[in-house]
């Protein structure tokens, strides 16, 4: 008798859990670590956690987020704000009589399972945010024009457009739903053209980009991002990619202490910057009582970058 309630709980725990499979984007396979705590802060608030294993292990470039299955369509519609993962399936367990055409047939803890699509990337769409495909307002001599693929000038203290995917992987780890969201270091806008569903503002110190910046719908101030003009705890959340060149090294350092002192306790940080930057960051995290969560090398076409997420302690 025991061994039947026993059963029945599990049985009853399977139906009241969604396991959703997530697959990692090509490029992006050896950022695993950095792809699912993405897929949890995103669903941070649905309740989700990260088993271990789960189908289709043995297949490699993909993970699992369990969820409550109450929780499965408001999470559906938050999947195509990814940015290292592709597509998502839900493991749904097979059921007589299902269509044969629908999802692919799996076994997992030796029973029979289907995996239905939730997500599928629309790869036309996403090409088109890409940053060399974007209209950007540049304020030059001869007054403001619209630039398309801007991606920074060549100046030591410059850098390239941010990848879509590298965008909302920052946005994803940080933001939180109708709160402030800001980038120091704006540049070419990668960040603020993918934070959907946050009040977003936006600092540069190069007074060109302003009309760029504002006109993909950041709240803008030309600013040095050493000396950031808002108040302490006043800010949300904060991403940024800084310039990845030696000669801004000692700059990004003394950054990091400015966006600590606006960031609001509670509120999460990341930055993505060049590889030969992460040891000097880390370091200044430690000294600001910054906690980390993700500490990802990443291999960009050959430039070895590294993700940093924290999040400020809301203790006093």
């Known amino acids: 008798m025991q061994a039947g309630c026993n059963a029945g709980v599990r049985v009853r725990e399977c139906m009241e859990e969604a396991l959703l ?4 984007r090509s490029a992006r396979r050896k950022a695993r670590e950095a792809a699912v705590q993405e897929a949890l802060c995103l669903l941070g608030d649905l309740g989700p956690t990260a088993p271990a294993g789960g189908p289709l292990a043995e297949e490699g470039g993909l ?3 369990a969820l409550p299955a109450a929780h499965r369509e408001e999470a559906q519609a938050r999947l195509p704000r990814l940015g290292y993962t592709h597509a998502v399936d839900v493991l749904e367990a097979e059921e007589g009589g299902r269509d044969a055409a629908t ?4 076994r997992w803890r030796r029973r029979p399972y289907r995996l239905i699509p939730l997500y599928r990337e629309e790869e ?3 090409r088109e945010r890409a940053p060399d495909r974007r209209v950007f307002w540049l304020a030059a001599a001869e007054g403001v024009r619209a630039v398309r693929g801007y991606r920074g000038d060549s100046g030591p ?3 390239r457009g941010l990848p879509v995917e590298d ?3 920052l946005v994803n780890l940080v933001a939180r739903p109708g709160g402030t969201l800001l980038d120091p270091f704006a540049g070419a ?3 603020v053209a993918e934070a959907n569903g946050c009040r977003v503002l936006s600092c540069d110190l190069d007074p060109a980009l302003r009309y760029g910046l504002a006109g993909l719908g950041a709240r803008h101030c030309v600013a040095d991002a050493r000396s950031l003009p808002f108040q302490t705890a006043s800010v949300d959340a904060i991403a940024t990619e800084p310039p990845f060149e030696g000669a801004a090294e000692a700059t990004v350092r003394a950054a990091l202490g400015e966006m600590t002192r606006i960031l609001a306790p509670g509120g999460r940080l990341a930055i993505y910057c060049a590889a030969h930057q992460a040891p000097g960051l ?3 995290g430690r000294a600001l009582g910054l906690v980390p969560f993700l500490d990802q090398p990443i291999n960009r076409k050959g430039t070895a970058c590294v993700v940093l997420a924290w999040h400020k302690d809301s203790a006093p």
């Open 21 to 24: 499979i997530f697959y990692l």
């Open 63 to 65: 993970f699992w987020i």
């Open 103 to 106: 999802g692919r047939m799996v």
């Open 124 to 126: 036309a769409a996403f």
């Open 157 to 159: 203290l410059s850098r």
């Open 167 to 169: 965008a909302r992987l």
């Open 189 to 191: 806008g990668g960040v």
């Open 282 to 284: 880390r370091e200044a």
